[in-house]
């Protein structure tokens, strides 16, 4: 483990690359949350290689106040140009909601979250548009889904509740547990009546808890409820953007994927191996002094 930044680093304001197709898709999260999203980009991009950040030291973004997100975000994606990326993916819903329009015209590398994608998966499926929104407190508080939703689809309804429980819930690995399945129940009960057929899993930590999700809403609007997953929308997005862009990789990368945190490293591979389904072996820790101006 080392914490040296590279000193090949470009800088995060240069022009394209020359070999930009071949060059690593950054992806950020506010920690272990974002390999949910890294699955589906691995999945539907296989030839990709990956940089991803977890700010580990600095989890949860969850609860943290607008200001405090930006900064961390913009410092956290200056980090990712470094390791000269060819597009960022900012894979946390709460620094999506709150700091993308703040970072996103910055950089001359197409940078995206994970609102949008979620958004607008969640418009195109709902018949009766009436949509259901979970998420951290600060996701909520922002209203950055209803305010996408809405711009899509002005007569869409929109319905949201913070779920804070879940994030540790998902991290402890209690994914069908008798506490999950209560405190899902308890949490979803805010949607009874609102007859929404489109729920947005709009949170990284969710997806985890699909299944348990699943049945406590389809209990308590009395009919199926689709969920929409932020990262396999935003994964599609990230596809299409590349392929427009014609800087899709052509290579295979295997094995070149590579993990910065922030802090406590094998805790990020004990429980981040559970979210991305399989092995993570490069994994670097970077102090989290070195990400502040
Ligand atoms: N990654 C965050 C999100 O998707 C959840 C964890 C946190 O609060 O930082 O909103």
Redesign the pocket.
Known sequence: MTNSRPESAASPLMDTPQTLSDQPIGIF???I??LTVVKEVMRQLPNERIVYLGDTAR?????KSDRTIKAFTLQSCLFLLEHDVKMIVI???????VALDFIANMFKIPVIG?IVPGSSAAVGRSVKQRIGII??Q??VNSEAYPITIKKMNAETEVFSHACSLF?PLAEEGWLDHDVTQQISGEYLRHFAGTNIDTLVL????YPMLSTTIQKSIDRIIGSPVGLIDSGVETAKIAKKILADKKLLSAKTPRGQHKFYVTDMPKNFVKVGERFLGSKMEDIETVNVEILGF
């Open positions: 999260d506010s920690g949350g974002g989890v949860p973004y969850g609860t894979a946390c819903n709460t620094a999506s909601a994970v998420g951290t600060t996701t994030v709009g949170c990284t930590h």
